[in-house]
C-alpha cells in the first residue's frame, strides 16, 4: 500500500536532487532545472498532503506552482539569453565580471 | 460579500489598472517623464484610494486571503510613497533614457502591487504569491540595460539565488500545510497553540521558509547575491530595490511569524512566540550586522558599499522583530520610514555623481567638495543619519530599535548594534573624507537637473525635520503597529 510516507520520500529526493544540480552544474540551464527539481518537489508535497489529509486547498496550490514555474522560468530563460548575449557563454563560472 | 470586499482592495485596484493603462500606452514609443507622470498620477490616487480606507475596522477579505489592519495600511502607504520617490529617480538619469520606457514602469508597477499584496497576505498560498510577484518583474529590472555585461550579470545572479530560495521557502510552507492541514494563518496558530507537535519538524520547515523571508530581506546568511545586484543593476532601481522590496519582506515576516507562530494576546497584552523563533531571529539579526557592517569597510564601489550597509540595517529592523512586541513593530514601522528617507538620498547622489562622472567608484569623488558643495553637503547629511548621528532622522530611528530592545531585556543584541553602529560610522565617514578632504584633479562645477535639485531639497529637509521633530511619526507609528488577531 503506498501512503503518504512514500510521496513525501519521493519529494526530499527530489528535493535534494534540485539542491545538488543548483551546486553542481555549471551551465545556466542546468542550474534553472534544479530549480524547477525543487518546486516540483513541494508541488508534490502539497498534492500528497492534500490527499491523505483531506480538503482541496493543497492541490489549488500547486495549480498556482505550476503556473508560476513557467512564469519564472520564461523570465530565466530571457535572462540566460541576455547573458549569452553578452558574455558569449552561458557557463555561470566565467560570469564573473561583479566581485569584491 | 465580494464586492463589499473589493472596496477594502480599491488601492490595489488602482495600481492594477494603472498597470494595464502602460501596458496600453506602450504600444507606442513615448519619452520616460511621459510614464513617469502618468504613474505619479495614478499613485497619488491610489494613495487617496488608501486614505479612505483608513477609517475601516481591522478585518480580513477574500475568503480571509488578505487582512486588512493598521499594520497593513501603513505599510501599504510606504509603499506606495516610496514607489512614487523612486519614480522621481528615474528621471533625467543617463542609464535610463534608451528604449523601453513603458516596460521599466510596468514592471515598477507590478512589483508594488506584490509589495502590497505582501503586507496583507494572511495565507501561506499568498504569502508565496505576492513573494513571486514581487521577485519576479525584478529580475527583469534588475538586467534592464541588456547591453551591459554588469547588469545581465546582475539579474542572473539574482533569478539563480532568488528561485531557489523562493523554492526553498516553498518546500518549507508544504510542511507546514502538511502539519496543520491549512495554509491559513489562524489554522496554523491554532494547531501550534493546541495539541503537540514535533518541535524538530517544525524547526525544519521554520529554517527552509526563512530563507525565502531571508532573501527578501537580505540577511545573513542569505545576502550573498545583494552587493552584486545592487552593483550591477541601474542605480534608480538599486535604491527602490533597498528600501521598497526590503520594507514588504520585513511586513510579511512580521505577519507570518506574529500571525501563525505566536499565540493570541493575553490579557496583559504580552505576546508569547509558539516556538523558539525569536531566538533564531536574534541570531540572524546579529551575524546579519557583523556581515554588513565588516564587509562594507573594504569596498570601493559606492553602490556595493551600499549594498553592504542594506544589509547591515536589516540587521538592525531585524532585531525589532525578536521582541515580539509592539515596541518592536513600532521601532521597525519608524525605521522604515527613516531608513527610506536617507537612503534614497544617498542614491539619488550617487546617480546625479554618476550621471556626471560616469563612475561609482569611490576615489572618483575625490575633490566633489569644490566641484558640487550643495549637493556633497546633502551627501553628508544622508550618510551621517545613516551612521546615526543626531539630530537626523537616522538617530532617532536607531533610539527606537536599541530602546525597544533593552525593553525587551535583549540587552546582548543592543549591545551588538551600538557596537556595529560604531563600526559602521567608519566607512561612512571614509567616504565624506574622499569628498571633502581629497583634492580632485577636475574643478568644473557640476550642476544637477533642477528635479533632482528638488527632491534632494525634501529629502535634505525630512532628515533633519523629522529628526528633531518626531511627534507625529512617533504617534503614527504608534498607531500602526497592531496586526489583526494580535
Given at each position: 500500500m503506498i501512503g503518504l510516507a512514500h510521496f513525501l520520500t519521493v519529494s526530499a529526493l527530489l528535493f535534494a536532487m534540485g539542491v545538488l544540480a543548483i551546486l553542481l552544474k555549471r551551465n545556466a540551464i542546468g542550474v534553472l532545472m534544479g530549480i524547477e527539481l525543487i518546486l516540483n518537489a513541494?508541488?508534490?508535497?502539497?498534492?500528497?498532503?492534500?490527499?491523505?489529509?483531506?480538503?482541496?486547498?493543497?492541490?489549488?496550490?500547486?495549480?498556482?506552482?505550476?503556473?508560476?514555474?513557467?512564469?519564472?522560468?520564461?523570465?530565466?530563460?530571457?535572462?540566460?539569453?541576455?547573458?549569452?548575449?553578452?558574455?558569449?557563454?552561458?557557463?555561470?563560472?566565467?560570469?564573473?565580471?561583479?566581485?569584491g | 460579500m465580494l464586492l463589499s470586499d473589493l472596496k477594502l482592495f480599491a488601492p490595489e485596484l488602482v495600481v492594477a489598472?494603472?498597470?494595464?493603462?502602460?501596458?496600453?500606452?506602450?504600444?507606442?514609443?513615448?519619452?520616460?517623464?511621459?510614464?513617469?507622470?502618468?504613474?505619479?498620477?495614478?499613485?497619488a490616487l491610489a494613495l487617496v484610494a488608501l486614505a479612505a480606507l483608513a477609517a475601516l475596522p481591522a478585518q480580513s477579505y477574500f475568503s480571509s486571503m488578505v487582512v486588512h489592519d493598521p499594520f497593513a495600511l501603513f505599510c501599504r502607504a510606504f509603499f506606495l510613497a516610496a514607489t512614487m520617490l523612486a519614480i522621481l529617480l528615474t528621471l533625467r538619469s543617463r542609464e535610463l533614457c534608451g528604449p523601453g520606457a513603458g516596460e521599466f514602469y510596468l514592471l515598477l508597477l507590478a512589483v508594488l502591487l506584490g509589495m502590497m499584496l505582501l503586507a496583507g497576505s494572511n495565507h501561506l498560498l499568498m504569502v508565496y504569491l505576492s513573494l513571486e510577484l514581487v521577485s519576479v518583474p525584478s529580475y527583469l529590472l534588475a538586467g534592464f540595460l541588456k547591453r551591459e555585461r554588469a547588469s545581465s550579470e546582475a539579474s542572473l545572479k539574482y533569478v539563480i539565488y532568488?528561485?531557489?530560495?523562493?523554492?526553498?521557502?516553498?518546500?518549507?510552507?508544504?510542511?507546514?500545510?502538511?502539519l496543520s492541514g491549512s495554509g491559513s494563518?489562524?489554522?496554523l496558530r491554532r494547531h501550534f497553540s493546541g495539541s503537540s507537535f514535533d518541535p524538530g519538524l517544525v524547526g525544519l520547515a521554520l529554517v527552509m521558509a526563512l530563507a525565502g523571508f531571508g532573501y527578501k530581506i537580505s540577511s545573513a546568511p542569505f545576502h550573498f547575491w545583494a552587493p552584486d545586484v545592487y552593483e550591477g543593476?541601474?542605480?534608480?532601481?538599486?535604491?527602490?530595490l533597498s528600501v521598497g522590496p526590503k520594507a514588504a519582506g520585513f511586513a510579511v515576516l512580521v505577519r507570518f511569524l506574529f500571525s501563525s507562530l505566536t499565540s493570541q494576546p493575553g490579557p496583559t497584552g504580552t505576546l508569547l512566540p509558539l516556538s523558539p523563533w525569536p531566538t533564531?531571529?536574534?541570531?540572524?539579526?546579529?551575524?546579519?550586522?557583523?556581515?554588513?557592517?565588516?564587509?562594507?569597510?573594504?569596498?570601493?564601489?559606492?553602490?556595493?558599499?551600499?549594498?553592504?550597509?542594506?544589509?547591515a540595517h536589516a540587521g538592525y529592523m531585524l532585531m525589532a522583530v525578536c521582541l515580539v512586541s509592539v515596541t518592536g513593530l513600532q521601532a521597525m514601522l519608524f525605521y522604515f520610514i527613516a531608513y527610506a528617507i536617507m537612503n534614497l538620498g544617498v542614491f539619488l547622489v550617487v546617480i546625479v555623481i554618476a550621471n556626471a562622472t560616469g563612475s561609482e567608484e569611490i576615489a572618483t569623488y575625490q575633490g566633489l567638495w569644490v566641484r558640487a558643495p550643495y549637493l556633497v553637503a546633502a551627501m553628508g547629511l544622508f550618510l551621517l543619519s545613516l551612521?546615526?548621528?543626531?539630530p537626523l532622522v537616522g538617530f532617532v530611528g536607531k533610539f527606537y530599535l536599541f530602546k525597544a530592545a533593552i525593553a525587551g531585556q535583549l540587552y546582548w543584541l543592543a549591545v551588538v548594534a551600538v557596537i556595529n553602529s560604531a563600526i559602521s560610522l567608519y566607512y561612512y565617514v571614509y567616504?565624506?573624507?574622499?569628498?571633502?578632504?581629497?583634492?580632485?584633479?577636475?574643478?568644473?562645477?557640476?550642476?544637477p537637473p533642477a528635479v533632482h535639485t528638488a527632491v534632494l531639497a525634501v529629502l535634505v529637509v525630512l532628515t533633519v525635520a523629522l529628526g528633531i521633530f518626531y511627534g507625529p511619526l512617533d504617534s503614527i507609528t504608534r498607531a500602526s503597529a497592531h496586526l489583526l488577531g494580535s
Open positions: 513541494a508541488g508534490i508535497n502539497f498534492v500528497a498532503f492534500s490527499h491523505f489529509l483531506g480538503g482541496l486547498e493543497g492541490q489549488v496550490i500547486t495549480l498556482f506552482i505550476i503556473i508560476l514555474a513557467a512564469a519564472e522560468a520564461a523570465v530565466a530563460l530571457a535572462i540566460v539569453f541576455s547573458i549569452y548575449h553578452n558574455f558569449q557563454t552561458i557557463n555561470v563560472d566565467q560570469v564573473d565580471r561583479l566581485k | 489598472g494603472l498597470l494595464l493603462g502602460v501596458l496600453i500606452l506602450a504600444l507606442k514609443p513615448r519619452s520616460w517623464s511621459f510614464y513617469a507622470s502618468t504613474c505619479l498620477a495614478g499613485l532568488g528561485a531557489l530560495s523562493t523554492g526553498v521557502m516553498l518546500y518549507g510552507l508544504s510542511l507546514l500545510y502538511g494563518f489562524e489554522a543593476a541601474p542605480t534608480a532601481f538599486t535604491a527602490f533564531l531571529i536574534a541570531i540572524l539579526a546579529a551575524l546579519t550586522m557583523f556581515v554588513g557592517n565588516i564587509a562594507a569597510l573594504v569596498q570601493h564601489n559606492m553602490k556595493r558599499l551600499l549594498a553592504y550597509s542594506s544589509i551612521a546615526g548621528i543626531p567616504v565624506l573624507r574622499v569628498m571633502f578632504i581629497d583634492p580632485g584633479g577636475e574643478l568644473t562645477p557640476l550642476r
